[in-house]
């Protein structure tokens, strides 16, 4: 497998971006919305599943595409390819506060594991699927949905994360417990389980998930401290309902701005 060989450069701190620069016939796919901005002569195609070309034909496809349905994203990327003679640049924006985290998959053995909705965009010829490595019913209860993506090539990725991010290096039969949610990526050497917290008074009252993933090394490991799950659910929260369900905003800036939005 031969990637697209691209350049990039990330800007910003907490909230950031990824400048990619292109050569002339050089393409990168992305996710649906990713994209910021782009310079002249870049064009855009909608493809089915990822571009990364493999075969299996049209049956193959439909498998691969079939399996980014299970975590959740479109049976469509989107390519981005410099039509010019010179070179160009295109812009992929952060979702959420965090970092964007660039991964040379020929460093890690061509193959980086995943969380769901973390891939960003990556040199054309990179392979976005989904991981089967261990139980799926387990990843479809496993607290903020344990299912992994799996990015095969050896380019570049992007993926992105949120909060502050920790890369950790497990040493052989060393291991370390994640919060489904905190754990943002893995090398392909890494083996990973789900495990049910014990006790039932720590699952119901401790605050955590009733899930934890367990990590084996050898390998790296990546972990960030806000998964947009936890950011959301404490978001909501914080929204002032009364009984009926109709949002209280005396005060409060949100309820200000929901009562501009619906024309109080």
């Known amino acids: 497998m031969v990637n697209h060989e691209i350049d990039y450069k990330i800007y910003g701190d907490d909230m950031q971006f990824v400048e990619i620069e292109l ?13 910021m901005m782009m310079e002249d002569s870049i064009e855009m195609e909608t493809i089915f599943g990822d571009g990364s070309n493999q075969g299996g034909g049209i049956m193959g496809k439909l498998l691969g595409a079939g399996k980014r349905l299970l975590t959740g994203e479109s049976l469509f990327m989107t390519a981005f390819t410099n039509v010019g003679p010179g070179k160009k640049h295109v812009s992929f924006a952060a979702p959420y506060p965090g970092k964007i985290i660039p991964m040379d998959l020929s460093v890690y053995n061509g193959k980086i594991i995943c969380q769901k909705d973390a891939f960003l965009c990556a040199a054309k010829g ?21 299912i992994m993506e799996r ?13 502050t991010i920790k890369k950790v290096e497990l040493g052989y039969g060393e291991r370390l417990r994640v919060d489904t949610g905190c754990l943002v990526a893995m090398t392909g050497q890494v083996n990973y389980d789900i495990q049910f917290v014990k006790g039932i008074k720590t ?44 949002r209280r905003g005396e005060g409060s800036v949100l309820g200000g701005i929901f009562n501009m939005l619906d024309g109080d």
């Open 23 to 35: 050569d002339p016939n050089e393409t990168t796919i992305a996710e649906a919305g990713a994209l």
């Open 126 to 146: 990179v392979s976005v699927g989904i991981d089967f490595k261990r139980k799926l019913g387990a990843g479809f209860f496993g607290g903020e949905g344990f």
């Open 151 to 163: 990015l095969e090539g050896d380019g570049l990725a992007f993926i992105h994360a949120g909060g």
């Open 203 to 246: 699952a119901l009252f401790g605050g955590e998930g009733l899930f934890f993933a367990t990590l084996e090394g050898p390998g790296t490991v990546w972990v960030q401290s806000l998964p947009f799950s936890r950011l959301a659910s404490r978001v909501f929260s914080a929204m002032p309902q009364n009984p009926v369900g109709e």
